[in-house]
């Protein structure tokens, strides 16, 4: 069997189902934060700095990362270069 | 030098904690340590029948903390396991008979006699868990390869570390390895990598722990017990040991043969 299909057949085990339910379900625990409110977070921070400078909204990404047991809310947002509003 | 407390707890309920920590006094007690278990699950009163010491209780952990008896009053010694004792919980009074504070001063005291004093925390979150881990010196979180068991794991390994009793050791109990390597069961990977702590042992699903607990005896006993063995291996790790992880097998037996053998065949 190639590595492909051992994957794909991976993916539909419910172990693997388990561990990914599992990995935002402690997400949220360990951040008393529910999945709608990091929602809602990620949208403000995107409102917030899109009134300073005009960002590639399709390439946002926003996310909550496990660093041990650390979370880290990565975000990465490309900025669009060419106009740049003014501030203020 | 003085004794450890080492603390088994779990959040979820029904995941092993009475019988581990049944197994890892017997097997710290065969090793020639002079070991006692408290029962910190006041009201729920399980490891006296776990050890088979259920006839013998005459004073309780309540008792001892009120002053209405001497520890060596309360003190039961193991039928088998001379080196072996047992603090039994009341089973009348409710979790608020003892305080946090009580349990570390009865701790102190046992520290002097006693090379290891092992809590058999109650479920939950609340007193009863506060009791248990106020002493510690080493927490063991145990959890099956289950969500429900994994979530709350996480939120005891958090409370752990919030009070300062961490790093927690985590026992993954009750593996069926079989259900594993068909992706039916989360592995012991799976769940150290989604609670991020430091693994003190596996155990794998075994019979022998439940017929050997219906005659009151703990399975560490058993020489061919699989749990057995892991158990014991535990208790190597609890003092020190650098003791490698032992391989999952599948479930042996006639038709764990049976698949294998149909199953290597149809590669």
């Given amino acids: 069997?190639?590595?492909?299909?051992?994957?794909?057949?991976?993916?539909?085990?419910?172990?693997?189902?388990?561990?990914?339910?599992?990995?935002?379900?402690?997400?949220?625990?360990?951040?008393?934060?529910?999945?709608?409110?990091?929602?809602?977070?990620?949208?403000?921070?995107?409102?917030?700095?899109?009134?300073?400078?005009?960002?590639?909204?399709?390439?946002?990404?926003?996310?909550?990362?496990?660093?041990?047991?650390?979370?880290?809310?990565?975000?990465?947002?490309?900025?669009?270069?060419?106009?740049?509003k003014s501030v203020g | 030098m003085p004794g450890k407390v080492v603390t088994i707890t779990s959040g979820k309920g029904g995941v092993g904690k009475t019988t581990a920590t049944a197994n890892l006094g017997a097997a710290?007690?065969?090793?020639?340590?002079?070991?006692?278990?408290?029962?910190?699950?006041?009201?729920?009163?399980?490891?006296?029948?776990?050890?088979?010491?259920?006839?013998r209780i005459v004073y309780d952990l309540v008792d001892l903390i009120e002053g209405r008896c001497r520890s060596r009053q309360a003190l039961i010694r193991d039928k088998r396991l001379p080196e072996l004792f047992l603090i039994p919980a009341a089973q009348t009074r409710d979790k608020s008979a003892v305080s946090p504070s009580d349990m570390t001063?009865?701790?102190?005291?046992?520290?002097?006699?006693?090379?290891?004093?092992?809590?058999?925390?109650?479920?939950?979150?609340?007193?009863?868990?506060?009791?248990?881990?106020?002493?510690?010196?080493?927490?063991?979180?145990?959890?099956?390869?289950?969500?429900?068991?994994?979530?709350?794991?996480?939120?005891?390994?958090?409370?752990?570390?919030?009070?300062?009793?961490?790093?927690?050791?985590?026992?993954?109990?009750?593996?069926?390895?079989?259900?594993?390597?068909?992706?039916?069961?989360?592995?012991?990977d799976d769940v150290l990598e989604l609670l991020a702590v430091e693994l003190i042992g596996m155990v794998p699903e075994d019979e022998v722990v439940i017929t050997s607990t219906n005659r009151g005896t703990p399975v560490v006993l058993d020489g061919k017990s699989k749990a057995g063995q892991a158990f014991r291996n535990i208790a190597k790790r609890l003092q020190g040991e650098k003791i490698p992880f032992l391989p999952l097998e599948e479930e042996s037996g006639f038709f764990g043969k049976i698949s294998k053998l149909i199953r290597t065949g149809g590669n």
Avoid at chain 2, 29 to 47: F, H, M, Q, T, Y
């Fill in chain 2, 28 to 55: 710290l007690a065969a090793e020639g340590k002079k070991v006692v278990c408290i029962d910190a699950d006041i009201g729920l009163r399980n490891l006296d029948v776990v050890l088979g010491l259920e006839n």
């Fill in chain 1, 1 to 84: 069997m190639s590595g492909f299909f051992e994957q794909l057949f991976h993916r539909d085990t419910s172990a693997y189902q388990a561990k990914e339910r599992m990995k935002l379900v402690l997400i949220n625990d360990r951040i008393n934060m529910s999945s709608s409110a990091l929602d809602n977070l990620k949208t403000e921070i995107i409102g917030v700095i899109s009134r300073h400078v005009e960002i590639d909204q399709d390439a946002v990404r926003i996310e909550m990362k496990q660093d041990g047991r650390q979370q880290r809310l990565i975000a990465d947002i490309p900025l669009k270069s060419s106009r740049r």
């Fill in chain 2, 105 to 188: 001063r009865l701790c102190d005291d046992l520290r002097g006699e006693f090379d290891w004093i092992l809590i058999d925390s109650p479920a939950g979150i609340e007193r009863g868990f506060r009791n248990a881990i106020a002493p510690t010196d080493i927490a063991v979180v145990i959890t099956n390869p289950e969500v429900a068991a994994v979530r709350d794991a996480d939120r005891i390994i958090g409370l752990i570390e919030a009070e300062e009793k961490g790093p927690a050791r985590l026992l993954i109990n009750r593996i069926k390895p079989g259900m594993v390597k068909r992706g039916e069961m989360l592995s012991p």
